[in-house]
Nanobody, 113 residues
Framework: QVQLVESGGGLVRPGGSLRLSCVASGTIFSPYDMNWYRQAPGKQRELVASIARNGDTEYSEFVKGRFTISRDNAKKTMYLQMNSLKAEDTAVYYC???????WGQGTQVTVSS
């Protein structure tokens, strides 16, 4: 069964950090570009960051300088290091493989004091 599984979400105070992971199973990983998306309550899902198969990265303006996307092809895992978190970063975070529109189940990130 081909799937993506996210983990690492939780409750963190403003200014804190979290690292999300997305593990791929039942499929090869290295040849594919990958994305992180997020969806806040009452809002549309939005692209957070992308990493190409060659490691090139892109970030949405609202996370530039705070978040870092990376991948470990040997572990079939993508990461999202989130620093200087703000209340507006609260959302469910999803990993995505655009090649075949494959999605994980999401992991909740809540930033609150």
């Amino acid at each position: 069964q081909v799937q993506l599984v996210e983990s690492g979400g939780g409750l963190v105070r403003p200014g804190g950090s979290l690292r999300l992971s997305c593990v791929a199973s039942g499929t090869i990983f290295s040849p594919y570009d990958m994305n992180w998306y997020r969806q806040a309550p009452g809002k549309q899902r939005e692209l957070v960051a992308s990493i190409a198969r060659n490691g090139d990265t892109e970030y949405s303006e609202f996370v530039k300088g705070r978040f870092t996307i990376s991948r470990d092809n040997a572990k079939k895992t993508m990461y999202l290091q989130m620093n200087s978190l703000k209340a507006e970063d609260t959302a469910v975070y999803y990993c995505n493989r655009p090649f075949d529109d494959l999605w994980g189940q999401g992991t909740q990130v809540t930033v609150s004091s």
